[in-house]
């Protein structure tokens, strides 16, 4: 069989070539990674931290919590942690947003000083260089139905599973004003639609970072932002 022309051959490379970036940017994943899962200190050290979490134990927090935290303010330590989550106060935010951290898996790493840092949730630490950060947001769930409209009766438009999705609108409220299901507003290849707040997730995000020290592990951060 004859070859085809030098042209045409260079000309059929670039097309398979822009085919296959096409067929990228439709379809970005971010697969759900923990690194701790094989790390039975660390998997001890949750299971310790989150039952603390649950049962609102101030002291338990407060003794994990290393002298020069990073805070979400920028000013680093104890004092001002204690001043932005008040963990004293039952109602503070600090018992529901740390578990969700810990729920979703996390990464190791190596910062330019210091040791290495384990730390939760890998959304942003895994974030496909390139992938835009302000306006993305990280399907967390295997199948998340995308709705036509912000209700769970409303027609499914697809089914996501661990997809990379340009974000709209982070905060839209169910139609039905007596459900407090919190919808966001998305759009992928297949259009316009919705998908529960709990099921997607910004890079930047509230994350967490720990240390395991001669004492124990500590928390090292817990920030917010790029």
């Not at 959304?123 to 995308?146: N, S």
């Amino acid at each position: 069989m004859t070859s085809p022309p030098i042209q045409l051959r260079g000309l059929a490379s670039v097309l398979l070539l822009v085919a296959a970036l096409s067929a990228h940017a439709q379809g970005v994943k971010l697969l759900p990674v923990d690194e701790g899962a094989s790390d039975p200190g660390w998997l001890r050290f949750k299971a310790r931290l989150l039952d603390a979490l649950a049962q609102r134990d101030q002291k338990f927090i407060l003794g994990v919590v290393d002298g020069g935290i990073r805070n979400i303010s920028g000013i680093d330590g104890v004092a001002e942690f204690t001043k932005l989550w008040e963990p004293h106060s039952t109602n503070s935010p600090l018992w529901v947003e740390l578990p969700k951290l810990l729920f979703l898996g996390g990464a190791y790493i190596k910062r330019e000083k210091g040791p290495y840092e384990f730390c939760a949730p890998y959304v942003h630490y895994k974030w496909p260089v390139g992938a835009d950060t302000d306006a993305g947001g990280a399907i967390i769930a295997r199948e998340a139905l995308m709705k036509a409209n912000p209700s769970s009766n409303a027609k499914t438009l697809q089914t996501l599973s661990y997809d990379l999705v340009k974000v709209l609108d982070w905060e839209v409220v169910d139609e039905d004003k007596d459900n407090k299901q919190q919808w966001v507003k998305i759009q992928t290849m297949a259009g316009v639609g919705f998908v529960p707040e709990e099921q997607i997730r910004s890079p930047l995000e509230y994350r967490a970072c720990f240390v395991k020290s001669g004492a124990g592990w500590r928390m090292t951060g817990l920030e917010v932002g790029e």
